[in-house]
């Protein structure tokens, strides 16, 4: 079956940088379109930004510029680099898959936690 697995948060200080990864499986990486998104405590889920299939990226506006979206697909794996971070960027972070460029997305990762103190 489809698994996404996340990896790489923790906790870290204003000002650092952390790269966060989604390893994929049980589908064909390679022709998804991958996306991060995050959640904080008491607020709604929060598009972070997708990297198509062929690789054309988006963000949300209030983060580009800080957060860098990539893909490896020989090894199933997206990136998402996060730099000078905040402590609004306190949240669950959670990759998730789809095959259309539009639309709900098919599958989702169980997410990883970030905190980061001031």
């Known amino acids: 079956q489809v698994q996404l697995v996340e990896s790489g948060g923790g906790l870290v200080q204003a000002g650092d940088s952390l790269r966060l990864s989604c390893a994929a499986s049980g589908l064909t990486f390679s022709t998804y379109n991958m996306a991060w998104f995050r959640q904080a405590p008491g607020k709604e889920r929060e598009f972070v930004g997708v990297?198509?299939?062929?690789?054309?990226?988006t963000y949300s506006e209030v983060l580009k510029g800080r957060f860098t979206i990539s893909r490896d697909n020989a090894k199933n794996t997206m990136y998402l680099r996060m730099n000078l971070l905040k402590p609004e960027d306190t949240a669950v972070y959670y990759c998730?898959?789809?095959?259309?460029?539009?639309?709900?997305?098919?599958?989702w990762g169980q997410g990883t936690q970030v905190t980061v103190s001031s």
């Open positions: 990297i198509a299939w062929n690789g054309d990226r």
């Open positions: 998730a898959a789809r095959l259309r460029s539009g639309g709900d997305y098919d599958y």
